[in-house]
């Protein structure tokens, strides 16, 4: 049967099979999900600066998806983050040919593309060795039960007010300079679900915040940054920024895990957390493709 390369037929089967490769560490990328329907929810209201049919290509053979790719795309950053590839029967030139085929359907505009891949994705790690993408770091995803969280009243912060955010701003993207959401994205993505919580210093300056994510319908919730300057450490602070962003998601009677990400090498937050009860779940490896 001959392979045919488009955009998705139906979304619908396209969140069945992200979700099906998602859930097989072998072929596991983070930050994709593990549950059809919270993907699919995400790529009608919260995946890329483009449509959906902009931003993925699938590949058929018989009417039946074999391999994908999906950029979410952000074009103030000029940069994406990529959903896979995904293929069948670990099929490296079907995966090269969906990022050759990709990239001419990208804005010209958009420069860097950011790759979180399981350490036991083999087959994307010879891929991106292919492609001579750089290899910035490894990530550890943490995840916490509530029912092993000590519920001690820490609650010390507050949500971000308009005061605050030039401080937020400048503090966020300061200590995470290649991180997938900038401090602008940050605030764009506020809600009454997604919340930013602040320590304040003075009336205009944060000394540490907590941005997490919370989808109550799906029973998930992420801690997405966990942040003090660098004047404020070594009191404590980092553990009540976690310990209130951890009330706050449990307050949710839907909500009883949540999960998290720290630089692989960051003993000192990485024991913090495990103090708190995480336990480390996956680890990434973070590689990024630059566009000449």
Not at 223 to 235: L, M, N, Q, T
Not at 266 to 292: D, P, T, W
Request: glycine share 4%; with cysteine; aromatic share 12%.
């Amino acid at each position: 049967m001959s392979i045919i390369i488009s955009a998705p037929q139906d979304i619908g089967s396209l969140t069945d099979y992200i979700a099906h490769c998602n859930s097989q560490i072998e072929q596991h990328i983070g930050f994709c999900g593990e549950d059809s329907s919270a993907i699919l929810e995400e790529m009608k209201n919260d995946f890329s600066d483009l449509s959906i049919e902009e931003s993925f290509l699938v590949a058929y053979e018989d009417s039946m998806i074999i391999g994908a790719i999906g950029l979410d795309i952000d074009r103030a950053d000029s940069s994406a983050e990529v959903w896979g590839p995904f293929v069948n029967n670990n099929d490296l030139k079907l995966a090269e040919i969906l990022w050759s085929d990709i990239l001419t359907t990208v804005p010209a505009e958009i420069k860097n593309f950011k790759f979180f891949i399981n350490k036991q994705n083999r087959l994307v790690e010879t891929f991106l060795s292919n492609i001579k993408a750089n290899f910035l770091g490894t990530h550890s995803l943490l995840n916490i039960d509530s029912k092993k969280f000590d519920n001690t009243d820490f609650r010390k912060t507050v949500n971000i007010s308009d005061l605050y955010i030039n401080s937020f701003i400048d503090l966020h993207d300061n200590i995470f300079k290649n991180a997938y959401y900038n401090g602008r994205k940050i605030l764009d993505r506020l809600n009454k679900n997604n919340r930013l919580l602040i320590s304040a210093k003075n009336d205009n300056d944060i000394e540490g915040y907590a941005y997490i994510e919370i989808a109550p319908e799906y029973h998930e919730a992420d801690i997405e940054f966990i942040a003090v300057h660098p004047d404020a450490r070594s009191k404590g602070l980092g553990k009540t920024l976690l310990y209130n962003a951890l009330q706050t998601i449990f307050d949710y009677p839907e909500i009883d895990s949540v999960s998290l990400t720290v630089s692989h090498e960051n003993m000192v937050a990485l024991n913090l957390y495990k103090s708190a009860g995480f336990q480390e779940f996956y680890i990434l490896n973070h590689f990024n493709f630059k566009r000449i």
